[in-house]
């Protein structure tokens, strides 16, 4: 991620410690974020929705120890939520062994106090590069999905032979139909699909249906 796209991003930070909210927010936007702050949990839990493609790159500050919802209990709510988020974890000294768990359960990194602004910066930095990358993966995905959407019925039976390895002959006499036609669908399915080669075809299909 460029530094341009990374000011671009934002950071939400869930802490009950006002002082440090204040400070990490003056921090972070000095450097160009934009940053939604939370003193709780559930209140950062009725704000958040994910947001669609083309959005910017998000990442979640957390802090692992607040009243009332704890960090893990957040990381597990935004889980049955399927929002992707990266989430970065605050702990305190002694709470690493949460850390290692919210790392278990999919957390992007975590910071243990006291850090430097940074390790905080660079942090983020990471984090909003993962999102970013993700959403590209996303966009890609979503458009191969769209252009299979795009085959006939028929184009989408030669695709599925072709990609189990079957040879244009063994795919005539399996749906009943000459050479000639089964060599005309591929050619369609390779334009339609915008594949330069069998195996990038064979790829992205496979990719997409995983």
């Known amino acids: 991620m460029t530094a341009t796209s990374m000011s671009s991003g934002t950071v939400f930070l869930v802490d009950d410690n006002d002082a440090f909210r204040q400070s990490t927010r003056w921090l972070l936007e000095s450097h160009g974020l934009r940053v939604s702050a939370f003193k709780s949990g559930q ?3 009725d704000a958040y ?5 083309g959005r910017k790159p998000e990442c979640l500050l957390l802090d692992l120890r607040m009243p009332g919802l704890t960090g893990l209990q957040v990381q597990e709510m935004l889980a049955q939520r ?9 702990t305190a000294h002694g709470d690493v062994p949460l850390a290692v768990e919210a790392m278990r359960r999919g957390a992007f990194d975590f910071l243990e106090k006291p850090f430097g602004d940074g390790r905080l910066v660079a942090a983020i930095h990471s984090a909003l590069a993962r999102d970013d990358e993700q959403m590209s993966r996303d966009r890609e995905i979503a458009d191969v999905r769209s252009r299979l959407d795009g085959l006939t019925p028929r184009e989408r039976q030669v695709l599925d032979s072709v990609i189990g390895g079957a040879l244009n002959k063994t795919i005539a006499d399996k749906l ?8 005309l669908h591929r050619s369609r399915v390779m334009e339609k699909m915008h594949a330069q080669s069998l195996a990038q075809l064979i790829q992205m299909t496979v990719r997409v249906r995983s």
């Open 49 to 53: 929705a994910p947001t669609p493609a």
């Open 176 to 183: 009943g139909i000459s050479i000639k036609t089964v060599e």
């Open 82 to 90: 399927s929002a992707v988020v990266p989430v970065i974890i605050i």
């Open 43 to 45: 209140e950062f839990l």
